[in-house]
Structure formats: structure tokens, C-alpha cells
């Protein structure tokens, strides 16, 4: 719930979201983040230790969300992912973010 107001009131370029929040619930608190014109265009990454409901699937595509099940190497999809989002240049990462997103390209290439 404190970041249903806080997101609202700064300035954020991608969130990463667990769906499974301790006082609501991940899908109630991405309804009311996108109910704020100005964070329509907030990159969403929803990050969870679990396959999603039907319910919760069709709330994440309705925002557009990218999707990333916790796991063996998911690490590195979300680092990959909040690269993409953020448009941050390879070179400007540490050697370790590196050399993990070159492993995990390589992988899928």
C-alpha cells in the first residue's frame, strides 16, 4: 500500500513487481499505479516465485507488464529485461552484469 502512493509521487523509470505483497495484492496495487495517467508508460516487470492465474495473466497483459517466473538463471532475464527497459548502454554496466547478459544471449542466440 505504500507504494500505491509513493510510485505515484516520484519519478521512476521501470518497477519490478512482486506480485505477492505482504498488505495487498500485486494485481490491486498494478490496477491502481495505472490508474495515474503519467504512469501509463511505466515499464512494469512483474518478478514472482510462482505461475499466475488466469485472472492475474490478463490484468499483466492489459498493462503491457513483462513477465519473469523466479528460477534457475532468472536472475539474469531480469537483468536483461530491466536493461532493455531502462536503455541503459552494456558498457556502462558493472563487468559481472556484463558478462551475465553475454552469457544469457549467448544461450539464446
Do not use: W
Request: charged share 30%; hydrophobic share 35%.
Amino acid at each position: 500500500s505504500e507504494a500505491a502512493t509513493k510510485v505515484p509521487e516520484g519519478h521512476y523509470d521501470c518497477m519490478i513487481l512482486d506480485l505477492g505483497l505482504p498488505d495487498m495484492s500485486g494485481v490491486d496495487l498494478l490496477r491502481k499505479l495505472k490508474l495515474h495517467d503519467e504512469l501509463t508508460r511505466l515499464p512494469i516487470i512483474i518478478y514472482t516465485g510462482r505461475e499466475l492465474t488466469a485472472e492475474e495473466l490478463a490484468v499483466v497483459d492489459e498493462y503491457g507488464a513483462s513477465t519473469i517466473i523466479k528460477g534457475v538463471n532468472s536472475h539474469q532475464k531480469l537483468l536483461d529485461e530491466t536493461t532493455l527497459f531502462l536503455h541503459r548502454v552494456e558498457k556502462d554496466l558493472e563487468d559481472d552484469q556484463r558478462q551475465m547478459l553475454r552469457r544469457l544471449h549467448d544461450r539464446v542466440s
